[in-house]
């Protein structure tokens, strides 16, 4: 067996593919303490020394019509990655989400003979199923996040393993919502919202404006609420100018990342779709979902989901479990008066708490250890 470490080449897009990027090499690095990997990535690839030849938030746009802006950069960025990788070939190259990024550039280097893996598999259960046939040219295996996804790919002659969900391990299963208070200086009697606007700068145009007016409108009824809101890296100067126009008033107090604190100090959090919503249903928390974006990008998404919901919790669930707003629905008042209806019933809020911790267990898998033994397999060491 060949015991030289491996070199692997990613791409994570984002700062949730990031996040989950980061717990995969913490799972590869612990198996081959010099793994040489590279790509592009962000802070917490690079943390586990990642080479970060782009960042990964220069594939954070979400969008028909924002991708139309920026597919020239991005086409570019593509294929320079691909010389480069086509030119010093890796054992492997693993996609982190990013579909739209990913699949294309897997195509062709599968089709030079490099192994290619895919993590978190495209939500082909939700929205696109043709995509199913671009996978199986583009990927040699798949790791997946949620455990009904390997039979659906084993009717199509993919490979698949179900690997559990990174973030169900490493956010406890026990919520340390007293130290996360103390953290950012709460106090336990404080009645907490947590604005989660997204990680993308299309989401911050479109969604924070909303998620500040229904902050704004909430303090005029409830003066004593306390507001966070966690900023993406990168995100903080594009957020403070939406502060001082529509919430200047809330005094909102502004994070720098720090978002799982929020998320467990919090009591509700008005948040985008997105994997946020995971990340606080597994802090078994209250949430108020919305979303907004280009009017085409969201009209052609529209016609192509096979489900009636967006929020991850709820695609769980196969229930609206939590309220989603959508678009023009996504108004501060509807946004409000749902928050409202979590923070004036405790004993649904309970029962929600349960729901959320039966699929945490569910979901927690030691995530890094089994991508690690499929992808060594994979390997053939």
């Given at each position: 067996?060949?015991e030289r470490?491996?070199?692997?080449?990613?791409?994570a897009?984002?700062a949730?593919?990031?996040?989950?990027?980061?717990?995969?090499?913490?799972g590869?690095s612990e198996?081959?303490?010099?793994l040489?990997?590279m790509g592009?990535g962000g802070?917490?690839?690079v943390?586990?020394g990642f080479?970060?030849?782009?960042p990964s938030?220069?594939?954070?746009v979400?969008?028909?019509?924002e991708v139309l802006?920026?597919?020239?950069?991005?086409?570019r960025?593509?294929?320079?990655?691909?010389e480069?990788l086509?030119?010093?070939?890796?054992?492997?190259?693993i996609?982190?989400?990013?579909?739209?990024?990913?699949?294309d550039?897997?195509?062709r280097?599968?089709?030079r003979?490099?192994r290619?893996?895919?993590f978190?598999?495209p939500?082909i259960?939700a929205?696109?199923?043709?995509?199913?046939?671009k996978?199986?040219?583009?990927?040699?295996?798949?790791?997946?996040?949620?455990?009904f996804e390997?039979e659906l790919?084993?009717?199509?002659g993919?490979a698949?393993?179900?690997?559990g969900?990174?973030?169900?391990?490493a956010?406890?299963?026990?919520v340390?919502?007293?130290a996360?208070?103390r953290?950012?200086g709460?106090s336990?009697?404080?009645?907490?919202?947590?604005?989660?606007p997204?990680?993308?700068?299309s989401?911050?145009?479109?969604?924070?404006?909303?998620l500040?007016?229904?902050?704004?409108a909430m303090k005029?009824?409830r003066p004593?609420?306390r507001f966070?809101?966690?900023a993406?890296?990168g995100?903080?100067?594009?957020?403070e100018p939406l502060?001082?126009?529509?919430?200047?008033?809330?005094?909102i107090?502004?994070?720098d990342?720090q978002s799982?604190?929020a998320?467990a100090?919090?009591?509700v959090?008005l948040?985008?779709?997105g994997t946020?919503?995971?990340?606080a249903a597994?802090?078994?928390?209250?949430?108020?979902i919305?979303?907004?974006m280009?009017?085409?990008?969201?009209q052609?998404m529209?016609r192509?989901n096979y489900?009636?919901?967006v929020g991850l919790p709820?695609i769980?669930l196969r229930?609206?479990a939590?309220?989603?707003?959508?678009?023009?629905?996504a108004?501060?008042?509807?946004?409000?008066?749902a928050?409202f209806?979590?923070?004036d019933?405790?004993?649904?809020?309970q029962?929600?708490?349960?729901?959320?911790?039966t699929l945490?267990?569910?979901?927690?898998?030691n995530?890094a250890?089994?991508?690690?033994?499929?992808?060594e397999?994979?390997?053939?060491?």
């Amino acid at each position: 067996m060949d015991e030289r470490p491996p070199r692997i080449a990613m791409v994570a897009g984002e700062a949730s593919g990031d996040l989950l990027a980061g717990l995969l090499l913490d799972g590869l690095s612990e198996r081959w303490p010099a793994l040489a990997a590279m790509g592009i990535g962000g802070p917490k690839m690079v943390a586990h020394g990642f080479e970060a030849w782009w960042p990964s938030d220069k594939l954070a746009v979400r969008g028909y019509a924002e991708v139309l802006r920026h597919y020239p950069e991005l086409l570019r960025i593509r294929n320079r990655l691909a010389e480069r990788l086509l030119k010093t070939p890796p054992d492997a190259f693993i996609g982190v989400d990013a579909p739209d990024f990913n699949l294309d550039l897997e195509v062709r280097l599968k089709a030079r003979g490099i192994r290619t893996i895919h993590f978190i598999s495209p939500s082909i259960w939700a929205w696109r199923g043709e995509r199913i046939a671009k996978i199986k040219r583009a990927v040699d295996h798949v790791l997946c996040i949620f455990p009904f996804e390997p039979e659906l790919y084993a009717q199509h002659g993919v490979a698949a393993t179900y690997v559990g969900h990174p973030l169900a391990d490493a956010i406890p299963l026990e919520v340390p919502r007293q130290a996360s208070r103390r953290a950012l200086g709460l106090s336990d009697s404080d009645t907490v919202i947590a604005l989660l606007p997204g990680s993308r700068r299309s989401e911050i145009h479109y969604i924070a404006p909303t998620l500040l007016e229904a902050a704004r409108a909430m303090k005029r009824r409830r003066p004593e609420l306390r507001f966070v809101l966690p900023a993406a890296p990168g995100l903080r100067p594009m957020i403070e100018p939406l502060l001082a126009a529509h919430a200047a008033s809330v005094g909102i107090q502004l994070l720098d990342g720090q978002s799982h604190e929020a998320l467990a100090a919090c009591d509700v959090t008005l948040i985008a779709s997105g994997t946020a919503t995971l990340e606080a249903a597994l802090f078994k928390r209250p949430m108020v979902i919305a979303y907004k974006m280009h009017w085409l990008s969201a009209q052609i998404m529209k016609r192509m989901n096979y489900q009636p919901w967006v929020g991850l919790p709820n695609i769980l669930l196969r229930e609206f479990a939590v309220p989603e707003f959508l678009q023009g629905a996504a108004t501060p008042a509807h946004l409000a008066e749902a928050a409202f209806a979590w923070l004036d019933d405790p004993a649904g809020c309970q029962a929600l708490s349960a729901r959320f911790e039966t699929l945490h267990n569910l979901l927690r898998r030691n995530t890094a250890q089994a991508a690690t033994d499929a992808i060594e397999k994979i390997l053939g060491r």
